[in-house]
């Protein structure tokens, strides 16, 4: 089981290379310039096809995702109430 983050307003989908590689997911080639805040650009040129179900079903979902080496930084945990 993985846990993932759906967000239904993004236009792409994007993987992990660890998660790729620990899964030995097949790669194809892609080109997909990745355009971020302060206009930093990063070329994905790796694409997977990915079968996602949920824990409490059987149905699955084919999705094309983007192969990217990391999709955040480490967020340290706080409680929101102290910081408001």
């Known amino acids: 089981m993985i846990n993932c983050l759906e967000d239904p307003g993004s236009q792409v989908t994007l993987v ?11 790669r194809r ?3 997909l310039v990745l355009s971020g805040i302060g206009n930093r650009n990063v070329r994905l040129q ?4 990915l079968e996602v179900s949920p824990e409490s079903s059987e149905h699955f979902y084919l ?4 192969v990217i080496p990391k999709i955040s930084t480490h967020v340290p945990l706080f ?5 408001m």
């Open 29 to 31: 080639k892609g080109n």
């Open 79 to 83: 409680d929101v109430n102290e910081v």
């Open 46 to 49: 790796d694409e997977v096809a």
């Open 16 to 26: 992990t290379e660890q998660l790729v590689d620990s899964l030995d997911i097949q």
């Open 63 to 66: 999705v094309q995702a983007y």
